[in-house]
């Protein structure tokens, strides 16, 4: 029995960190996978070179569509907002574009409810209620991810986090091999994601890791310019930090990259953790 997968994410690459390898493997195994892209990714770390003609979102969709076809994807769609940047307040909105944080969050759960009612959606891949490590557009994902599944009656939504013990256990491993700036506060990863009893899915992609690792790769700014790594620092993840998990030796990025997680919140927590992501499928 095949299954439609929309995933929704806020940036282009967040879907090469977060969710890239099950997306992988669903659409190996025949599934449908489409990505759905909140933002342009216009705010994002990169050259200034880059930045200076204003098309860096054009850019960076186009990166998205990239590392979609490394994954076997689909469909990309973008729903129409302008990334909110990761500064200590939103960006302003650009004439005609609101910037995600700002949107009206009904109206955009009705855009993407729309995607997910054509599709007709079996499943829906969205955020925890942290946002992963807070970014406002990650939060936002999780919000307007949770209406649009209602307002298109899509059966299950699975959201995608990491238990936070081991993202602080990677970032130390990655330390052994990059030296972060002094900017970076691997601490913060310990107030981030979700506790490793609220996961109910983990998810063995260790097959397709080559796939997720070039889909890391088709995001080119993101390795580029921009200042200090952005990771946990209240930005998105680019700029040197992308660069650096692309130079983890292959084993050890095997070892960091091989798992994801999930949290379906329809489901208990604290009990055993399903390592097929349609097991208890309703």
């Known amino acids: 029995m095949t299954r439609t997968i929309v995933a929704f994410h806020a940036h282009p ?28 990714g216009g705010a994002g770390l990169a050259a200034e070179d880059l930045r200076s003609d204003g098309a860096l979102g054009t850019r960076r969709l186009a990166e ?26 939103p960006e302003p909105d650009l004439p005609g574009v609101y910037r995600f944080c700002r949107a009206p969050r009904e109206e955009a759960a009705e855009r993407l409810a729309a995607v997910l009612s054509t599709e007709r959606a079996d ?12 970014h406002r557009d990650h939060v936002r994902v999780h919000e307007v991810g949770a209406l649009a599944a209602r307002l298109a009656g899509t059966a299950r939504v699975l959201e995608a986090t990491v238990p936070r013990d081991t993202i602080v256990r990677a970032t130390r491993l990655l330390g052994n091999v990059y030296r972060f700036p002094k900017e970076f506060d691997p601490g913060c990863f310990e107030r981030a994601f979700s506790a490793r009893t609220e996961i109910t899915h983990r998810i063995d992609v260790r097959r397709h890791v080559a796939a997720k690792r070039a889909s890391m790769r088709a995001h080119a700014s993101q390795t580029t310019g921009g200042g200090a790594a952005s990771v946990g620092a209240g930005g998105q993840t680019g700029d040197r930090t992308l660069q650096a998990f692309l130079r983890i030796p ?8 091989g ?22 499928e309703r």
């Open 64 to 89: 998205a569509r990239a590392s979609a076809v490394t994954l076997g994807v689909a469909r990309v769609e973008w729903i129409g907002y302008a990334d909110s940047g990761s500064g200590p307040e």
């Open 123 to 134: 499943l829906l891949l969205s955020y925890d209620a942290h946002g992963g490590y807070g």
């Open 259 to 280: 798992r994801e997680w999930f949290r379906d919140p329809a489901l208990a927590t604290g009990g055993p953790v399903r390592t097929d992501i349609f097991e208890d």
């Open 13 to 40: 690459d967040d879907e090469a960190l977060l969710t890239a390898g099950t997306m992988a493997s669903l659409a190996a195994a025949g599934h449908r996978v489409v990505l759905v892209l909140a933002t342009d």
């Open 250 to 257: 292959r084993p050890l990025f095997d070892l960091v990259f």
